[in-house]
């Protein structure tokens, strides 16, 4: 990609991010120069989230394993996804993501792993979503003895990563990283 990504934790968790986002509302406090990056930025979330660039991304993004400090070979990993509210969104945001990924790093497509099996939008608008057990609306493939590279498009406060990485673990993935398009900022 054009920028390396940046290293960071969640939870003891290691993690890495590419673009730092910086939410609509915030708009009012940047600089005409710092607004045009941002409105790219955004530009770039909004068209992968649209299912427009999950390839060209997947691609770029998988020529950048070494950069994750996969320790074992690539060959032992798998890549999964957060999945998104429900099935249609998730295949349209990740699916192409992950076989362009997968292809050009060489670890295994761990796209079926983790599976919406319920409607979370339903849920977002019924209750506070900060409210929300993500773990009631998921379902998990085998992942013992495997190693976890677990991607979603942006993370804001990582509760979610966190709550499916603890129970990736608990299921008996050996380790589990965190992968994100982008990390959520905001100005001050």
């Known amino acids: ?19 730092q986002y910086f939410p609509v509302k915030y708009d009012g406090d940047a600089t005409s120069e710092q607004l045009n990056i941002i409105r790219q930025i955004r530009k770039l979330v909004f068209n992968f989230k649209d299912g427009i660039t999950g390839s060209e991304i997947g691609y770029e993004m998988g020529e950048d394993v070494y950069q994750y400090d996969l320790n074992q070979p690539r060959s032992s990993w798998y890549l999964c996804i957060i999945p998104a509210s429900d099935p249609d969104k ?3 945001r990740f699916k192409n993501f992950c076989e362009s990924f997968c292809q050009k790093s060489n670890l295994n497509n761990g796209f079926n792993l983790i599976c919406t099996n319920s409607e979370r939008d339903e849920l977002k608008k019924a209750i506070d ?21 677990l991607f979603d498009d942006v993370v804001t406060t990582g509760r979610s990563f966190s ?22 900022f905001h100005l001050k």
């Open 163 to 184: 709550k499916i990485a603890e129970r990736l673990i608990e299921l008996g993935a050996i380790e589990v990283k965190g992968l994100f398009l982008a990390r959520t």
């Open 1 to 19: 990609m054009a920028i390396d990504s940046t290293k960071f934790t969640i939870d003891n968790f290691d993690c890495f991010f590419y673009y």
């Open 129 to 149: 979503r900060r409210n929300i057990d993500i773990l009631s609306s998921i379902s998990f493939g085998d992942v013992r003895n495997k190693r976890i590279l």
């Open 90 to 92: 998730t295949r349209r």
